[in-house]
Protein backbone atom coordinates (compact mmCIF):
# COMPACT_ATOMS: atom_id res chain seq x y z
CA UNK A 1 0.00 0.00 0.00
CA UNK A 2 1.28 3.57 -0.83
CA UNK A 3 1.63 6.15 1.75
CA UNK A 4 1.33 9.91 0.52
CA UNK A 5 5.23 11.27 1.47
CA UNK A 6 3.67 14.64 3.44
CA UNK A 7 5.86 16.66 1.86
CA UNK A 8 6.58 20.15 3.50
CA UNK A 9 4.31 22.20 1.20
CA UNK A 10 7.10 25.11 1.23
CA UNK A 11 10.16 24.46 -1.26
CA UNK A 12 12.40 27.10 -0.30
CA UNK A 13 13.15 29.11 3.15
CA UNK A 14 14.76 32.40 2.30
CA UNK A 15 14.54 33.69 6.21
CA UNK A 16 11.33 35.11 7.01
CA UNK A 17 10.34 34.60 3.03
CA UNK A 18 8.57 31.02 2.28
CA UNK A 19 8.30 29.90 -1.77
CA UNK A 20 5.44 27.20 -1.50
CA UNK A 21 5.75 24.48 -3.81
CA UNK A 22 2.34 25.46 -5.46
CA UNK A 23 3.76 28.71 -5.85
CA UNK A 24 6.17 27.34 -8.12
CA UNK A 25 4.13 25.21 -10.08
CA UNK A 26 2.61 28.23 -11.24
CA UNK A 27 5.63 29.85 -12.37
CA UNK A 28 6.42 26.93 -14.26
CA UNK A 29 3.25 26.68 -16.04
CA UNK A 30 3.63 30.52 -17.04
CA UNK A 31 7.34 29.50 -18.62
CA UNK A 32 6.22 26.69 -20.48
CA UNK A 33 3.17 28.63 -21.61
CA UNK A 34 5.75 31.19 -22.86
CA UNK A 35 8.17 28.15 -24.12
CA UNK A 36 5.50 26.76 -26.32
CA UNK A 37 4.23 29.59 -27.57
CA UNK A 38 6.66 30.57 -28.88
CA UNK A 39 6.78 27.58 -30.76
CA UNK A 40 3.04 27.97 -31.98
CA UNK A 41 4.06 31.45 -33.36
CA UNK A 42 6.66 29.37 -35.62
CA UNK A 43 4.92 26.80 -36.63
CA UNK A 44 0.90 29.29 -37.34
CA UNK A 45 3.61 31.84 -38.88
CA UNK A 46 1.03 34.54 -38.39
CA UNK A 47 1.89 38.15 -38.46
CA UNK A 48 -0.90 38.72 -36.21
CA UNK A 49 0.92 36.08 -33.49
CA UNK A 50 4.27 37.39 -31.97
CA UNK A 51 6.37 37.45 -28.88
CA UNK A 52 4.70 40.88 -27.95
CA UNK A 53 1.32 39.68 -27.76
CA UNK A 54 1.98 36.39 -26.78
CA UNK A 55 3.47 38.08 -23.36
CA UNK A 56 0.29 40.42 -22.99
CA UNK A 57 -2.04 37.19 -23.75
CA UNK A 58 0.16 35.79 -20.26
CA UNK A 59 -0.40 38.74 -18.52
CA UNK A 60 -4.63 39.03 -19.00
CA UNK A 61 -4.63 35.08 -19.04
CA UNK A 62 -3.04 35.42 -15.50
CA UNK A 63 -5.72 38.15 -14.01
CA UNK A 64 -8.19 36.58 -15.71
CA UNK A 65 -7.52 32.59 -13.74
CA UNK A 66 -6.98 34.18 -10.48
CA UNK A 67 -10.21 36.62 -10.63
CA UNK A 68 -12.19 34.11 -12.33
CA UNK A 69 -11.03 31.20 -10.46
CA UNK A 70 -11.70 32.85 -7.50
CA UNK A 71 -15.10 34.27 -7.61
CA UNK A 72 -15.79 30.64 -9.40
CA UNK A 73 -15.34 29.08 -6.45
CA UNK A 74 -17.22 31.63 -4.44
CA UNK A 75 -20.61 31.43 -6.52
CA UNK A 76 -20.40 27.63 -7.80
CA UNK A 77 -19.16 26.15 -4.51
CA UNK A 78 -19.55 28.29 -1.41
CA UNK A 79 -22.68 30.87 -2.67
CA UNK A 80 -24.34 30.60 1.00
CA UNK A 81 -20.87 31.15 3.14
CA UNK A 82 -19.64 34.14 1.38
CA UNK A 83 -23.02 35.90 0.94
CA UNK A 84 -22.80 35.58 4.61
CA UNK A 85 -19.18 36.81 5.02
CA UNK A 86 -18.87 38.91 2.04
CA UNK A 87 -15.34 40.47 3.37
CA UNK A 88 -14.00 36.79 3.19
CA UNK A 89 -14.10 36.78 -0.80
CA UNK A 90 -10.61 38.69 -1.19
CA UNK A 91 -9.40 36.11 1.96
CA UNK A 92 -7.50 34.30 -1.22
CA UNK A 93 -4.61 33.42 1.12
CA UNK A 94 -7.03 31.04 2.66
CA UNK A 95 -7.24 29.16 -0.30
CA UNK A 96 -10.11 28.34 -2.78
CA UNK A 97 -10.12 28.44 -6.35
CA UNK A 98 -12.37 26.73 -8.99
CA UNK A 99 -10.89 25.74 -12.78
CA UNK A 100 -14.48 26.46 -14.16
CA UNK A 101 -14.65 30.18 -12.75
CA UNK A 102 -10.64 30.42 -13.79
CA UNK A 103 -11.56 29.42 -17.10
CA UNK A 104 -14.58 31.83 -17.54
CA UNK A 105 -12.51 34.33 -16.08
CA UNK A 106 -10.00 33.88 -19.00
CA UNK A 107 -12.65 33.39 -21.88
CA UNK A 108 -13.81 37.07 -20.95
CA UNK A 109 -10.47 38.74 -20.82
CA UNK A 110 -9.86 36.93 -23.81
CA UNK A 111 -12.73 38.56 -25.62
CA UNK A 112 -11.70 42.24 -24.13
CA UNK A 113 -7.92 41.72 -25.50
CA UNK A 114 -9.17 40.47 -28.79
CA UNK A 115 -11.00 42.74 -29.65
CA UNK A 116 -8.15 45.52 -27.90
CA UNK A 117 -6.07 43.91 -30.46
CA UNK A 118 -8.79 43.32 -33.77
CA UNK A 119 -7.91 39.71 -34.02
CA UNK A 120 -11.31 37.27 -34.03
CA UNK A 121 -11.27 35.71 -30.97
CA UNK A 122 -11.62 31.96 -31.48
CA UNK A 123 -8.45 32.59 -33.52
CA UNK A 124 -7.16 33.69 -30.46
CA UNK A 125 -8.39 30.77 -28.68
CA UNK A 126 -7.20 28.36 -31.02
CA UNK A 127 -4.23 29.84 -30.33
CA UNK A 128 -4.01 29.65 -26.74
CA UNK A 129 -5.42 25.96 -26.18
CA UNK A 130 -2.63 23.55 -26.70
CA UNK A 131 -0.48 25.94 -24.36
CA UNK A 132 -3.17 25.75 -21.10
CA UNK A 133 -2.60 21.67 -20.09
CA UNK A 134 0.44 22.04 -18.89
CA UNK A 135 -0.44 24.52 -17.01
CA UNK A 136 -3.21 22.24 -15.72
CA UNK A 137 -0.21 19.42 -15.03
CA UNK A 138 1.78 21.33 -12.58
CA UNK A 139 -1.62 22.92 -10.99
CA UNK A 140 -2.23 19.17 -9.92
CA UNK A 141 1.09 18.37 -9.00
CA UNK A 142 0.59 21.29 -6.35
CA UNK A 143 -2.07 19.81 -5.29
CA UNK A 144 -0.51 16.43 -4.69
CA UNK A 145 1.97 17.77 -3.25
CA UNK A 146 0.08 19.65 -0.90
CA UNK A 147 -1.86 16.22 -0.65
CA UNK A 148 -5.29 18.12 -1.03
CA UNK A 149 -7.84 17.03 -3.13
CA UNK A 150 -7.33 13.64 -2.61
CA UNK A 151 -9.70 10.69 -3.72
CA UNK A 152 -12.03 8.27 -2.54
CA UNK A 153 -12.01 5.06 -0.85
CA UNK A 154 -10.57 2.42 -3.16
CA UNK A 155 -8.92 -1.34 -2.76
CA UNK A 156 -7.27 -0.77 -6.54
CA UNK A 157 -3.36 -1.70 -6.15
CA UNK A 158 -2.13 1.97 -6.56
CA UNK A 159 -4.18 3.04 -3.58
CA UNK A 160 -2.42 5.51 -1.42
CA UNK A 161 -2.90 6.32 2.33
CA UNK A 162 -3.50 10.38 3.00
CA UNK A 163 -2.28 10.47 6.50
CA UNK A 164 -3.55 13.86 7.13
CA UNK A 165 -6.98 12.68 5.89
CA UNK A 166 -7.08 9.39 7.46
CA UNK A 167 -6.13 5.87 7.07
CA UNK A 168 -8.06 4.83 4.50
CA UNK A 169 -6.67 3.93 0.85
CA UNK A 170 -7.82 6.45 -1.69
CA UNK A 171 -7.30 6.70 -5.17
CA UNK A 172 -4.36 9.41 -6.05
CA UNK A 173 -7.05 11.28 -7.97
CA UNK A 174 -4.43 14.25 -8.44
CA UNK A 175 -2.23 11.79 -10.57
CA UNK A 176 -5.20 11.00 -12.64
CA UNK A 177 -5.43 14.35 -13.80
CA UNK A 178 -1.94 15.01 -14.03
CA UNK A 179 -1.79 12.43 -16.52
CA UNK A 180 -5.40 13.16 -18.12
CA UNK A 181 -5.97 16.81 -17.89
CA UNK A 182 -2.55 17.62 -18.42
CA UNK A 183 -0.36 15.10 -20.10
CA UNK A 184 -2.60 13.47 -22.63
CA UNK A 185 -4.69 16.17 -23.38
CA UNK A 186 -1.54 18.34 -24.06
CA UNK A 187 -0.79 15.39 -26.95
CA UNK A 188 -3.84 15.54 -28.02
CA UNK A 189 -4.19 19.09 -28.78
CA UNK A 190 -0.17 19.79 -29.74
CA UNK A 191 -0.80 17.33 -32.39
CA UNK A 192 -4.13 18.18 -33.95
CA UNK A 193 -3.04 21.74 -33.94
CA UNK A 194 0.09 21.19 -36.13
CA UNK A 195 -2.07 21.14 -39.20
CA UNK A 196 -4.16 24.02 -40.36
CA UNK A 197 -7.76 23.65 -38.69
CA UNK A 198 -10.97 25.03 -39.36
CA UNK A 199 -11.20 28.23 -37.02
CA UNK A 200 -12.59 27.20 -33.46
CA UNK A 201 -12.02 23.57 -33.84
CA UNK A 202 -8.87 22.92 -31.91
CA UNK A 203 -11.10 25.79 -28.66
CA UNK A 204 -13.89 23.06 -28.95
CA UNK A 205 -11.39 19.84 -28.53
CA UNK A 206 -10.36 21.53 -25.79
CA UNK A 207 -13.21 21.71 -24.25
CA UNK A 208 -14.53 17.97 -25.61
CA UNK A 209 -11.12 16.69 -24.10
CA UNK A 210 -10.88 18.67 -20.58
CA UNK A 211 -14.75 17.95 -19.69
CA UNK A 212 -14.25 14.36 -20.95
CA UNK A 213 -11.33 14.12 -18.75
CA UNK A 214 -12.15 16.10 -15.83
CA UNK A 215 -15.93 14.21 -15.81
CA UNK A 216 -14.52 11.19 -15.63
CA UNK A 217 -11.78 11.58 -13.19
CA UNK A 218 -14.26 13.07 -10.89
CA UNK A 219 -15.57 9.65 -10.39
CA UNK A 220 -12.22 8.59 -8.14
CA UNK A 221 -12.22 12.42 -6.33
CA UNK A 222 -13.93 12.62 -2.70
CA UNK A 223 -16.49 15.45 -3.61
CA UNK A 224 -16.33 18.52 -1.35
CA UNK A 225 -17.34 17.53 2.06
CA UNK A 226 -19.72 21.11 2.12
CA UNK A 227 -21.64 19.91 -0.72
CA UNK A 228 -21.26 16.30 -0.72
CA UNK A 229 -22.96 14.94 -4.28
CA UNK A 230 -25.64 15.98 -6.29
CA UNK A 231 -28.15 15.51 -8.01
CA UNK A 232 -28.07 12.02 -10.06
CA UNK A 233 -25.43 11.94 -7.90
CA UNK A 234 -22.79 13.66 -9.60
CA UNK A 235 -20.30 16.19 -8.46
CA UNK A 236 -20.28 19.86 -9.11
CA UNK A 237 -17.37 18.72 -11.01
CA UNK A 238 -19.25 16.81 -13.24
CA UNK A 239 -21.97 19.09 -13.57
CA UNK A 240 -19.74 22.19 -14.11
CA UNK A 241 -17.86 19.90 -16.87
CA UNK A 242 -21.26 18.45 -18.78
CA UNK A 243 -21.62 21.37 -20.68
CA UNK A 244 -18.06 22.03 -22.11
CA UNK A 245 -18.15 18.79 -23.55
CA UNK A 246 -21.53 19.55 -25.36
CA UNK A 247 -20.22 22.93 -26.59
CA UNK A 248 -16.98 21.53 -27.84
CA UNK A 249 -18.88 19.16 -29.62
CA UNK A 250 -21.49 22.04 -31.12
CA UNK A 251 -17.76 24.06 -31.89
CA UNK A 252 -16.00 21.04 -33.74
CA UNK A 253 -19.40 20.50 -36.00
CA UNK A 254 -19.96 23.94 -36.35
CA UNK A 255 -16.19 24.75 -37.65
CA UNK A 256 -16.11 22.20 -40.02
CA UNK A 257 -19.68 22.33 -41.51
CA UNK A 258 -18.73 26.71 -42.24
CA UNK A 259 -15.48 25.16 -43.24
CA UNK A 260 -16.89 22.64 -45.66
Known sequence: MLVHPQFDPVAIHLGPLAIHWYGLMYLAG???FLWLGRKRITILNNPQLNAKLLDDLLFYGVLGVILGGRLGYVLFYKAGYYSAHPLEIFAVWQGGMSFHGGFLGVLVAMVWFAHKQQIRWLQLTDFIAPLVPPGLAFGRLGNFINGELW?????????????????????????????????????????YARKPRPIGAVSGLFLIGYGSFRFLVEFTREPDDFLGLLSQGL??????????????????????????
Open 30 to 32: FIT
Open 151 to 191: GRPTDVPWAMIFPKVDNLPRHPSQLYEFALEGVLLFALLWL
Open 235 to 260: SMGQWLSFPMVLVGVAMMFFSYRRAS
